[in-house]
T-cell receptor
Framework: QKEVEQNSGPLSVPEGAIASLNCTYSDRGSQSFFWYRQYSGKSPELIMSIYSNGDKEDGRFTAQLNKASQYVSLLIRDSQPSDSATYLCAVWFSGGYNKLIFGAGTRLAVHP | GAGVSQTPSNKVTEKGKYVELRCDPISGHTALYWYRQSLGQGPEFLIYFQGTGAADDSGLPNDRFFAVRPEGSVSTLKIQRTERGDSAVYLC?????????????FGPGTRLTVL
């Protein structure tokens, strides 16, 4: 069973703080990982992709990957109210399965 | 350039009716995907097209669901004898190629409500 798990939240952080979103996945062979942001009533929008162990930074966003622990996270620095959304972790399961599997998402609320 | 478009944005139908949902992918994207998203859940894979052919339809829940992409561009998801449990947002996505490196871009979705 290919699974991606996330804490559903809501995760509530004050404006300016660091928000930390976590995701675990079931397949040790997975190589590609994505974070999508989804505002209420809108479609998912890709914000980060990561393929190698370690950190990948893009502006206020940092994705962290640990394949040995089957764990991927997203850090949002200097959180803004406009970051309030659901963050979906997605994992590409290869090895013949070849699908992008999404977690249920973590709802983030940034309060002023 | 234009993104993925889907029509209609909302569809309300009665139990037992037939519905068609349309997706127009990004120009040049050969891979096209249909997902279904229920409230509080992530998108759930339904079917994937590479060109005109359905390369993987393992996510279709039953034989009431069918999808086509006759010219390798626009795709239509067809649902026969709709049931209340089919109510969800149906998302279409496209990418240059079906791989872990192929970023999937989503359309705005069609919200289907079966009364």
């Amino acid at each position: 069973q290919k699974e991606v798990e996330q804490n559903s939240g809501p995760l509530s952080v004050p404006e300016g703080a660091i928000a930390s979103l976590n995701c675990t996945y079931s397949d040790r062979g997975s190589q590609s990982f994505f974070w999508y942001r989804q505002y209420s009533g809108k479609s998912p929008e890709l914000i980060m992709s990561i393929y190698s162990n370690g950190d990948k930074e893009d502006g206020r966003f940092t994705a962290q990957l640990n394949k040995a622990s089957q764990y991927v996270s997203l850090l949002i620095r200097d959180s803004q109210p406009s970051d309030s959304a659901t963050y979906l972790c997605a994992v590409w399961f290869s090895g013949g399965y070849n699908k992008l599997i999404f977690g249920a998402g973590t709802r983030l609320a940034v309060h002023p | 350039g234009a993104g993925v478009s889907q029509t209609p944005s909302n569809k309300v139908t009665e139990k037992g009716k037939y519905v068609e949902l349309r997706c127009d992918p990004i120009s040049g994207h050969t891979a096209l995907y249909w997902y279904r998203q229920s409230l509080g859940q992530g998108p759930e894979f339904l079917i994937y097209f590479q060109g005109t052919g359905a390369a993987d339809d393992s996510g279709l829940p039953n034989d009431r669901f069918f999808a086509v992409r006759p010219e390798g561009s626009v795709s239509t998801l067809k649902i026969q004898r709709t049931e209340r449990g089919d109510s969800a947002v149906y998302l279409c996505a496209s990418s240059l190629r079906n791989s872990g490196e192929g970023t999937q871009y989503f359309g705005p979705g069609t919200r289907l409500t079966v009364l």
